[in-house]
């Protein structure tokens, strides 16, 4: 049994056959049906030979259809649609992607990735003994040294009581550590820090005051003065007094002790011990008195502390 609409095509040929139509063209016409009909199928047809058996039935599910294959009715009640959701204007799927314009688009959004510059070159080439799987499952799940090799238990237990030790206190401990705490915790200008001061002096024996250091910044509290002989000193010189203060008010070492007697050796030296506050821009000086300009050879040095932080001898 033809088709309903291969038969309209039959009756519409032959409502229009005109001059030299024989009954041999509806025969030849016929024909042309039949294999027509044999080729897409009957619509009530139940071969699957047939293109229209192929594409299955929504009565009968021809076995290996492309609607069988696709899924048949549960197809339809799982559409495509239905699995993505639904998608309405306001909602499609360059909307949730966003506007992928020509300046906008997935390459543009990601780079520009050519031949040398595709994401299998920026993640590098991943063989099959190289790929990503298996450089994360080369990833260590147990802690390992810099080496590769496991560390040892010990150690990993003294990291794990370390570990546990760690408080905030503690770690206030390692701040002090800073490159901002280190200078102010080691400063010797700090109040109370003890500091030491060495002046050469080879002035002429005859020179008289000769400035040896100046307080700066802040007062300064002197503890001791040394004179120290580098040489025996010049019998040009008679004395070489060690004063402080406005007008020399301080006597750190008097002229009577600092004679060259007791400096006429190497080594040889007199000595202040006591306590003595200088502000800030006082002077510590040596007297020296002599006959010639013969240079002396002498040490001054003056262990102090700063009365405020700040305070040094210059």
Not at 7 to 24: M, P, Q, S
Not at 74 to 94: E, R, V
Not at 135 to 155: E, F, Q, R, S, Y
Not at 199 to 225: F, M
Request: hydrophobic letters at 45%.
């Amino acid at each position: 049994m033809k088709t309903s609409w291969l038969t309209i095509l039959k009756n519409h040929l032959i409502g229009i056959k005109g001059a030299g139509w024989t009954d041999e063209n509806l025969t030849t016409i016929d024909s042309l049906i039949d294999a027509l009909g044999t080729l897409v199928g009957a619509i009530d047809a139940t071969t699957t030979d047939s293109l229209h058996g192929k594409l299955g039935t929504d009565t009968e599910l021809a076995d290996y259809s492309f609607y069988d294959l696709l899924g048949g009715n549960a197809f339809k009640a799982n559409a495509l649609s239905a699995m993505l959701g639904a998608f309405t204007a306001a909602q499609n799927l360059k909307a949730i992607l966003g506007d992928l314009t020509t300046t906008k688009n997935l390459g543009g959004i990601l780079g520009a990735l050519t031949t040398t510059n595709n994401l299998k070159a920026i993640l590098g080439a991943y063989t099959a003994a190289a790929n990503l799987k298996a450089a994360i499952d080369a990833i260590p799940t147990v802690m390992v040294g810099t080496n590769g090799a496991a560390l040892a238990a010990n150690w990993t237990a003294a990291l794990a009581t370390a570990l546990a030790a760690y408080t905030a206190v503690r770690g206030g401990y390692l701040d002090e550590l800073g490159p901002t705490n280190i200078p102010a915790d080691t400063d010797p200008k700090v109040m109370g820090r003890v500091q030491i001061f060495e002046k050469s002096i080879t002035s002429a024996a005859n020179a008289g005051d000769v400035t040896v250091a100046t307080i700066t910044t802040q007062p300064c509290l002197i503890e001791s003065v040394i004179i120290h002989a580098d040489a025996a000193q010049t019998g040009d010189m008679t004395s070489c007094g060690v004063f402080g203060g406005a007008g020399k008010v301080i006597t750190f070492i008097s002229a009577a002790d600092a004679v060259q007697a007791n400096l006429d050796a190497e080594d040889k030296q007199v000595a202040w011990i006591g306590a003595v506050r200088l502000a800030a821009t006082k002077t510590i000086v040596i007297t020296l008195v002599g006959g010639n300009g013969t240079a002396v050879d002498l040490t001054i040095v003056i262990k102090y502390r700063a009365s405020v932080s700040g305070g040094y001898l210059a």
